[in-house]
């Protein structure tokens, strides 16, 4: 319960306005609530602050029959008003709105067991209950609104600079997509997913050329297998010549690099260990091979649920972090033989994974070996979904295994 500090407070008008939604007679100890119900008055008529002389003034006023013993209480406890300490504002508030909070609660919760032994109206009266006081749980910090200035837009991203697709026949459909943009990559196993990403993030032209950071997390195959697969992609070396000529290869890659690829070993790592990452290495395009097998906190009745939280996370991580995301995942069996592979042959998602998404890009292959018993490289890839700029169709490629590049 609120006691004498508080009505001090209240003296002041300002503070008065700015917390009498939350403010009622049943916060205040027995005998001071007469006092705050003079308070209430005073300042709904005069607005203005109010002295401990007046509010006894006006308490005698109300009550011109009051006895002297009456009278006498009255004068005593306004002194312990005027001689109570001073409660910083900030505390005041914090305190009245957390009894405030325990009054509401208080209140439809007797509602609650009034409406279980049949009382209807106590429905009603719940119900009006939290629309007159719905306000106080709503957030009110919610920062700026999003500018309306459409130069101060473009020149954020021209400055951040636009993620670049490095194969030309992409490149002249989807130029590129800029910070806080989430997509999705998959395709069926042995498609070649992980070489796409390093294709795209270290090949010739990719991220690293344009000089953005790139962040990879993976947990599907061992991430030193990912390091000795973009070795070649970087350098356009085979294994074999990236082991016969390791430390030229080494210098080589590492000053192609500069600093500006991280990559993760990621077995069992949740979702707020990926975001912790993000803040700590702030890069610009992030691969998370696969997004499936990153965990979740909750209890989800499905696992389609279990994956619509975790894109849904990543989507609101890449615009939390300011960077482009990429997501990849697995196709369904939909999808094996086929060279179009669209987003409804994700596995195990339903539509919850694409509706995340502002890219989705499917890998596609012919089934079988070419004729000379190799296996065919030609990759089929397929966009899906674009809220980049609309464009949905498929473009044709291959896949030079040895260095694990895609190439026209």
Known sequence: MLDTNFLKSLLSYDFYEQNKEKLSKQLFEDDIRELYEVITE???????????????????????????ADRHNMKDLVEDIEEASVISPDIAKDSIEHLWRRSVGKRL?????????GNDDAFRQA????????????????????????????????????????LSSLHRKIPGITRRKFGIIFATPETGKTAFVLSLALGPGGYIDQGHKVLIIGNEESTKDTIKRAYGTALGYTKERVAEDREQAELIFKAKM???????????????????????????????????????????????????????????????HNCVIWGVSQASNDATGKTRVTYDMMAGSKISKAAEADIIIGLGKHSGSSDDAEEDPTRFITVSKNKINGWHNTIICNLHGEVSRYVE
């Not at 700590?280 to 209890?299: M, N, T």
């Open 127 to 166: 119900l009006e209950l939290v629309e007159r006081n719905s306000e106080g749980y709503m957030p009110d910090d919610l920062g700026e609104p999003t500018t309306l200035n459409i130069t101060e837009i473009l020149a954020e991203e021209e400055e951040e600079g636009l993620l670049e697709f490095n």
């Open 109 to 117: 919760a007797s509602y609650g067991l009034e409406i279980s032994e």
């Open 42 to 68: 005073a300042h709904e008529k005069y607005e203005h602050n109010l002295s401990c002389e007046e509010l006894l003034s006006l308490w005698k006023l109300n009550n011109p029959v009051a006895t002297k």
């Open 258 to 320: 500069q600093g500006s690829l991280v990559i993760y070993d990621a077995q069992d790592w949740d979702i707020e260990k990926v975001e912790a990452a993000l803040a700590k290495h702030k890069p610009a395009a992030v691969f998370i091979d696969q997004l499936d097998k990153i965990s979740v906190r909750g209890s989800y009745n499905a696992t389609h649920e279990r994956l619509g939280e975790i894109y849904r996370r990543a989507r609101e991580s890449a615009k939390r």
